[in-house]
């Protein structure tokens, strides 16, 4: 029983190890198709919005959880469950703003950047932008539009890595005349 155990821990590590080498060849790939860490940047947020587009689907079918009702519901979600789900991580929520409308998302360990030291010559980059994009995606096809930012990663010496979210609006279905 221990042995079946062992080869599923074994397996999961494996998967988990060859998407983070995976991911840092893609972005090695990219820093080298682009002039400027600004444009990998953008082209890392704009890939990880198209997954979060197509990814909320998946984890709305597998995780059985009903519409948010606040932006606080929405935070605790996407901490507790998203990041668990699909990075094995449980980054913790706080600074909340006093309006309730921006927070912080805490990881204290950041699986896409294992085995990664940016060189000096990319100092501007932002290693991980594509969790930026999936967030952004992923809550727009439930109608909110959120400014996703890192504020704080390991790789540059913080001591951990923190990522920023504002609640910017609710975006109202457009259907189609007749269709309310």
């Known amino acids: 029983m221990s042995r079946q155990s062992n080869r599923t821990t074994d397996s999961k590590k494996m998967n988990a190890e060859l998407f983070t080498l995976t991911y840092g060849a893609l972005v090695t790939q990219l820093c080298k ?4 860490d600004e444009e990998v940047n953008k ?11 197509r990814l909320i689907e ?10 948010c009702q606040d ?26 703003s006093p309006a309730g409308d921006e927070f912080s998302l805490i990881l204290e360990s950041n699986p896409l950047v294992d ?22 995606g992923a809550l727009e096809m439930v109608q909110m539009a959120v400014d996703v930012k890192f504020v704080q990663d390991t790789l540059r010496g ?23």
């Not at 198709?33 to 400027?36: I, L, Q």
């Not at 998946?58 to 519409?67: E, I, K």
């Not at 605790?76 to 913790?92: C, E, Q, R």
């Not at 001591?159 to 504002?166: D, Q, Y």
């Open 43 to 53: 082209q890392l947020d704009k890939m990880g919005y198209n997954i979060g587009v």
């Open 58 to 67: 998946d984890f709305l079918a597998r995780s059985n959880v009903g519409r």
């Open 71 to 96: 932006f606080r519901e929405t935070a605790d979600v996407i901490a507790k469950n998203a990041f668990k789900m699909y990075l094995g991580i449980t980054p913790s929520v706080t600074n909340w």
């Open 115 to 136: 085995f990664v030291e940016l060189p000096d010559n990319h100092n501007t980059l932002v290693y991980s932008n594509l969790l930026c994009g999936v967030l952004r």
């Open 158 to 180: 913080d001591g951990v890595t923190e990522i920023r979210m504002k609640f910017i609006k609710r975006i109202e279905e457009n259907l189609p005349a007749g269709d309310e």
């Open 33 to 36: 198709d682009y002039e400027n």
